[in-house]
Structures are given as C-alpha cells and as structure tokens.
C-alpha cells in the first residue's frame, strides 16, 4: 500500500497502486473534503516497488547518480574512482553504466558479457547481468545497444520513468553503495536514473561557462523533484581544477557561494586520468601517489561520512 495525501486539506489515504487505472494520470477525491486532485499512478508503483525491495532488508544500497547534461565534465571518471575507492575502503559497491558509450567497463578494463540493456529487456535478470570487477565492486554494464532499450522505454503507455528501478529493486541489499553514470544530454534514460536514485553527485569542470550547464540541469532537476522529493543534490564537484591559472579559482569561489554545503574538495587537473583508462585500470592502481588519486580519496571520505538519505 501507498499513502496519497490531499493537497487541500492533507488528509492520509492509504491506496494500493496496483488497483489504479493504467493511465498516466488518474484522479483521486479526498474523503475528507471532497478535493479532486490528479495522482501519478506510476510513481506511486514505484515507491511501492522500492518499499517491496527494502522490506526485508536492514540495510538498503546508497543509491548515488553522478549526473550533468553537459559532456566531457569528468562524470565517468568520476563515478568509475568513487566506485573504486569505496570498494577499496570495504563497502560493497555496485557501479552501473547507463551511457551508450560504455566508458565504465573500458576504464575498469573489463569487457562484459552482458548489462543494462539485457536487465531491461528483461533477458536477464540483476543477478545474471552483474559483472564482478574488482574485489567488492561490481559493474552492470552500458553499452551501444542501450539505444534500443531507450526506444523500447519511450514506446511505453505507461510508468516509463519507473523501468530503471523495477528492474534493480532486488539489489537495494545486496550493496552499500550504487554509483550511477550517466550520458551527457537528458533524455529517457536519464530520467529514470532520477526517479532511481536517492542522491546526486553533480561534477563541474573549472572551465568554460560551467555555471550555465549547471543552472540549466538545476531546472530540469527541479522538474523531476516535484514527483522525488527525497531525490537531494548532495554534492557538487568542482573537477580539472587548474591550480596554475586564476579562471578556475574564480568559478570554484562562484561556486562556493551558489553551493556552500554541497561543495567539495576539487578535482585537480591530473594527466594521469588521461593515461590509466587506456590501461584499464583505476587512478588508484595506475597512478596510486598522484594527485587525481589524492582527491578522489578525499571525496571517498566525504561522501562515507555523510548520512544516507533516509
Ligand atoms: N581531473 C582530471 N584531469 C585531467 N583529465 C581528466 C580529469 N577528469 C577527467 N579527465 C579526462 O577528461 C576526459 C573526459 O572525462 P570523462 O569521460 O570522465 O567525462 P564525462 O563527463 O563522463 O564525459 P561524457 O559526458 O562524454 O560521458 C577523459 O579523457 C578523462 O580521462
Ligand atoms: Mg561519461
């Protein structure tokens, strides 16, 4: 059972989703007073389906999105050292890939045999799409053939936006962590990593116009809060910080004071980044005393001592 509360008068009614009406949108009346408000069927199927997966479990996976529309912002590289160094400290670590260009598994130096697209289509289920990648880190794998699924889910008549987190609710337990990629753009996909995730981690290159990218996915955020409400942006990440020049020091200091709390550490330029993913391997195995690996330690730290969000 779901909980809808009337925006008039916020009386509680319990509803079961599963007995709404296959439309987008349905409207409820409040037992109270008599208020007709419109509900989101699919989204009150997938709190549904996440309290199912969570139920039985103590602990659930910190599910965390690392997200921005503009490209080439250091996302991957991002998610691919988070994933590692939380693996490395001892947490179960689940990073899934959902950029057609399947960077992931080409840093970690892995050529799965499966991923995301056969979770989706349903060919497979989580458990046989996982790849083990590193000790307690795992990879469910993108790829080109996530174009298709992208169709498939665009075709859907209703609770598109939900097909990422039906397919992945067994797993809330199964991790400590789940660290999402995503592509550039925003597009279908995208959304249902949102409607997934319970935290974002927005990366920011110290370079051209990044405060224009970011306003713009702030919108298009806040678009999909009205519906995720518990979705938070936890971290913005300033990334190629250029110690040498002053441009960059400029925009970290803009973007301190648009995002005190959320701000970290930077990312110092590195050209060890540049060098490791065609080696398959971490900044921490290919470059372990550089400074790249240095600061993604600290952001390991940052992000292990702030609370989930409940
Ligand atoms: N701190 C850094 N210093 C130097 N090079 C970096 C740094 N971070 C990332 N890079 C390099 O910059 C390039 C882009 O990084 P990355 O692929 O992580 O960005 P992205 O946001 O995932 O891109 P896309 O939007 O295309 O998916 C890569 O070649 C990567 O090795
Ligand atoms: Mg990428």
Same mark, same amino acid.
């Given at each position: 059972m779901s909980v809808l509360v009337c925006?008039?008068?916020?009386?509680?009614?319990?509803?079961?989703?599963?007995?709404?009406?296959?439309?987008?949108?349905?409207f409820a009346r409040?037992? /109270?007073?008599?208020?007709?408000?419109?509900?989101? /069927?699919?989204?009150?199927?997938?709190? +549904?389906?996440?309290? =199912?997966?969570?139920?039985?479990?103590q602990n659930s996976a910190r599910k965390i999105c690392v997200t921005l529309s503009k490209g %080439?912002? %250091?996302?991957?590289?991002?998610?691919?050292?988070?994933?590692?160094?939380? =693996?490395? =400290?001892?947490?179960?670590?689940?990073?899934? &890939?959902?950029?057609?260009?399947? +960077?992931?598994s080409y840093m970690l130096g892995i050529k799965p045999e499966a991923g995301l697209t056969e979770l989706l289509t349903g060919e497979l289920t989580a458990e046989e799409a996982i790849t083990s990648a590193r000790k307690n880190l795992w990879l469910l794998g993108?790829?080109?053939?996530?174009?298709?699924? !992208?169709?498939?889910? &665009? !075709?859907?008549?209703?609770? =598109?936006?939900?097909?990422?987190s039906e397919a992945m609710a067994s797993q809330d337990s199964q991790f400590d962590f789940i660290i999402i990629d995503t592509s550039p753009g925003w597009d279908q996909l995208t959304v249902?990593?949102?409607f997934y995730s319970s935290e974002i981690l927005v990366p920011v290159a110290l370079e051209v116009m990044p405060l224009h990218g970011l306003s713009e996915f702030m919108k298009s955020l806040h678009s999909i809060q009205k519906y995720r409400a518990d979705l938070t942006l936890n971290y913005v990440l300033p990334t190629f910080m250029d110690t040498r020049v002053k441009h960059p020091q400029h925009i970290y200091a803009q973007l301190r004071e648009l995002y005190g709390a959320q701000i970290c550490k930077p990312i110092r330029y590195d050209a060890a980044f540049c060098d490791a993913p065609s080696y398959g391997k971490t900044i921490f195995e290919f470059a372990p005393t550089s400074r790249g690996a240095e600061d993604y330690r600290e952001l390991v730290r940052r992000v292990s001592d702030t609370k989930a969000v409940a």
């Amino acid at each position: 059972m779901s909980v809808l509360v009337c925006p008039r008068c916020s009386r509680k009614h319990s509803v079961n989703p599963e007995k709404l009406p296959v439309a987008k949108v349905v409207f409820a009346r409040c037992k /109270a007073c008599a208020h007709k408000f419109p509900v989101q /069927a699919a989204q009150l199927r997938c709190i +549904q389906a996440e309290k =199912a997966a969570t139920s039985n479990c103590q602990n659930s996976a910190r599910k965390i999105c690392v997200t921005l529309s503009k490209g %080439g912002v %250091g996302k991957t590289t991002t998610a691919v050292n988070l994933s590692a160094a939380l =693996a490395l =400290a001892g947490f179960k670590v689940l990073l899934v &890939d959902t950029d057609t260009q399947g +960077q992931s598994s080409y840093m970690l130096g892995i050529k799965p045999e499966a991923g995301l697209t056969e979770l989706l289509t349903g060919e497979l289920t989580a458990e046989e799409a996982i790849t083990s990648a590193r000790k307690n880190l795992w990879l469910l794998g993108g790829g080109r053939s996530l174009a298709g699924v !992208k169709r498939i889910i &665009d !075709k859907k008549a209703f609770g =598109a936006e939900c097909t990422l987190s039906e397919a992945m609710a067994s797993q809330d337990s199964q991790f400590d962590f789940i660290i999402i990629d995503t592509s550039p753009g925003w597009d279908q996909l995208t959304v249902n990593v949102l409607f997934y995730s319970s935290e974002i981690l927005v990366p920011v290159a110290l370079e051209v116009m990044p405060l224009h990218g970011l306003s713009e996915f702030m919108k298009s955020l806040h678009s999909i809060q009205k519906y995720r409400a518990d979705l938070t942006l936890n971290y913005v990440l300033p990334t190629f910080m250029d110690t040498r020049v002053k441009h960059p020091q400029h925009i970290y200091a803009q973007l301190r004071e648009l995002y005190g709390a959320q701000i970290c550490k930077p990312i110092r330029y590195d050209a060890a980044f540049c060098d490791a993913p065609s080696y398959g391997k971490t900044i921490f195995e290919f470059a372990p005393t550089s400074r790249g690996a240095e600061d993604y330690r600290e952001l390991v730290r940052r992000v292990s001592d702030t609370k989930a969000v409940a």
